[in-house]
T-cell receptor, first 111, second 113 residues
Framework: EDQVTQSPEALRLQEGESSSLNCSYTVSGLRGLFWYRQDPGKGPEFLFTLYSAGEEKEKERLKATLTKKESFLHITAPKPEDSATYLCAVGRGGGADGLTFGKGTHLIIQP | DGGITQSPKYLFRKEGQNVTLSCEQNLNHDAMYWYRQDPGQGLRLIYYSQIVNDFQKGDIAEGYSVSREKKESFPLTVTSAQKNPTAFYLC????????????FGNGTRLTVT
């Protein structure tokens, strides 16, 4: 059974204080590692997909990396608007079987 | 703008009543999904459909039913058999032919009392 574990559950940072969120996974065969951002009361917003170890993707202050067992979401010099819950997910199986999600990391950036 | 529309945003029902949540997409995606989100839990897959007139159970299908009569629409019915129906329900879609991302609507918060 696929498993996705995110840590920490919550993280409070000062504005400008860089950090990383962790997503460790156990799957029989990785079919994509996905990062989402979710604001309160809204649906998740897609950020990145990573498919193979060593792959990296960047968007503004966010950078996602992937190894064979885990993925990191690095946040550089965060701003208060980066506050959100960040979700990690892996592909469930072939084609369009959906994603298995972790419980998320609730990130708060204080001004 | 293309996207996924879920309605209503908030829904209140009495225990013992069936309720149907609407999900419409204009992204021309083949696959559609329903997830449930509870506080402190990850999103859990209820049902998914890879093509019109076909759907599969996810991890927590008991007490729910779906239909897929049109490519654009994937309504979810929460039946009286669902023991803990109060939750945030999210609909999503994907192109369906590759291991691509899911695109989500903004959810329906269902409260059953």
């Amino acid at each position: 059974e696929d498993q996705v574990t995110q840590s920490p559950e919550a993280l409070r940072l000062q504005e400008g204080e860089s950090s990383s969120l962790n997503c460790s996974y156990t799957v029989s065969g990785l079919r994509g590692l996905f990062w989402y951002r979710q604001d309160p009361g809204k649906g998740p917003e897609f950020l990145f997909t990573l498919y193979s170890a060593g792959e990296e993707k960047e968007k503004e202050r966010l950078k996602a990396t992937l190894t064979k067992k885990e993925s990191f979401l690095h946040i550089t010099a965060p701003k208060p608007e980066d506050s959100a819950t960040y979700l990690c997910a892996v592909g469930r199986g072939g084609g369009a079987d959906g994603l298995t999600f972790g419980k998320g990391t609730h990130l708060i950036i204080q001004p | 703008d293309g996207g996924i529309t879920q309605s209503p945003k908030y829904l209140f029902r009495k225990e013992g009543q069936n309720v149907t949540l609407s999900c419409e997409q204009n992204l021309n995606h083949d696959a559609m999904y329903w997830y449930r989100q509870d506080p402190g839990q990850g999103l859990r897959l209820i049902y998914y459909s890879q093509i019109v007139n076909d759907f599969q159970k996810g991890d927590i299908a008991e007490g729910y039913s779906v239909s897929r009569e049109k490519k654009e629409s994937f309504p979810l019915t929460v039946t009286s058999a669902q023991k803990n129906p109060t939750a945030f329900y999210l609909c999503a879609s994907s192109i369906g032919t590759t291991d691509g991302p899911l695109h989500f609507g903004n959810g329906t918060r269902l409260t059953v009392t």
